[in-house]
């Protein structure tokens, strides 16, 4: 009589020892809450938006309470250009008129909110897409930026529109919806004392939230590695005090420094954790969270 095969594929094996690692963190989290910043060059490519999707939808099956904040701008600049509307960019922040702001809303609220809540449901998911307006979400004000002349050395106020900043987060439908199955997918959209609409830039949007409900985790996805050192090395992890040195210092720079002011700024808030992710990773999120291994920068107390 044939003996049974002992050899077992090696993806098999490969699978299980994954899952077996992935447990102590899936019991650890369990009804914690994550923010996940959502946006760069994922959102554009289709395989990667459904890994995305699928990621968020299997956090939530294993206990975690995603909450997706999502981004837009490429998306809004082909809009602006199919209309034929001018826009222009003062230190990385669209300036935006009455004109643009509607399209602005348009883009982030609509469609592109739609195809990610329509992505995680196909997913096997539930997700709600909602606006910073709705319940009140985001309250926001007119955000203000100063610039000095460098040859009059002469300090001027840049009007940037309707770009806003948060004075308020109302986490109270967010709460809400954390005891149910259903995944919140927020457009970074604030509403002004007046009622008016605010552009509000999506990691700022995403830091806010995550301070608010007091996020286990703030994870940003991004076009980037994460944060290198001066010699180009990936920082893996880094405390409150390292990372304001590394700003301090230049070792953060560009576009780089508000990621990590929003990170800052969730832990310092209450969150654990902020994390600065590859999103063009496959699974990126699941490999931050549920190995030892991680990935991408780690900003904690320390």
Do not use: W
């Not at 981004?71 to 003062?90: C, D, N, T, V």
């Not at 939230?209 to 990936?234: F, H, P, Q, W, Y």
């Not at 969150?271 to 496959?282: K, M, N, Q, T």
């Amino acid at each position: 009589m044939k003996k049974p095969d002992s050899q077992m594929d090696p993806e098999l094996l490969a699978t299980a020892a994954t899952l077996a690692e992935a447990l102590p963190f899936m019991r650890r989290f369990a009804g914690e809450t994550f923010v996940v910043k959502y946006g760069g060059h994922a959102m554009g490519d289709a395989t990667l938006a459904g890994q995305f999707a699928s990621d968020i939808v299997l956090l939530k099956q294993v206990g975690i309470n995603p909450v997706v904040v999502h981004g837009g701008g490429p998306q809004i600049g082909q809009m602006l250009e199919r209309l034929k509307i001018k826009s222009a960019f003062i230190d990385g922040l669209r300036v935006t008129d009455q004109a643009t702001v509607e399209i602005v809303e348009m883009v982030l609220s609509g469609s592109i909110n739609k195809q990610i809540v329509t992505a995680i449901n196909a997913a096997g998911g539930t997700a709600l897409g909602l606006s910073g307006k709705d319940g009140n979400l985001i309250q926001a004000r007119k955000l203000r930026r100063s610039k000095r002349d460098p040859e009059s050395n002469i300090e001027k106020i840049l009007d940037l529109g309707f770009v806003g900043e948060p004075t308020q987060v109302n986490p109270h439908v967010l709460e809400a919806l954390e005891e149910s199955d259903i995944i919140p997918v927020i457009a970074p959209i604030g509403i002004g004392r007046d009622g008016e609409t605010y552009n509000i830039n999506a990691d700022t949007a995403a830091g806010a939230i995550a301070g608010a409900l007091r996020a286990s985790k703030l994870l940003m996805l991004t076009d980037v590695a994460g944060v290198l050192d001066k010699s180009g090395a990936l920082i893996s992890r880094m405390t409150i005090g390292q990372a304001k040195g590394y700003l301090a210092d230049g070792t953060i720079s560009g576009g780089m420094i508000p990621k990590v002011e929003t990170c800052l700024a969730a832990v310092e808030n209450g969150s654990e954790a902020a994390h600065i992710l590859d999103g063009r990773v496959p699974h990126v999120l699941l490999v931050e969270v549920f190995t030892a291994r991680g990935n991408g920068t780690m900003i904690e107390r320390g």
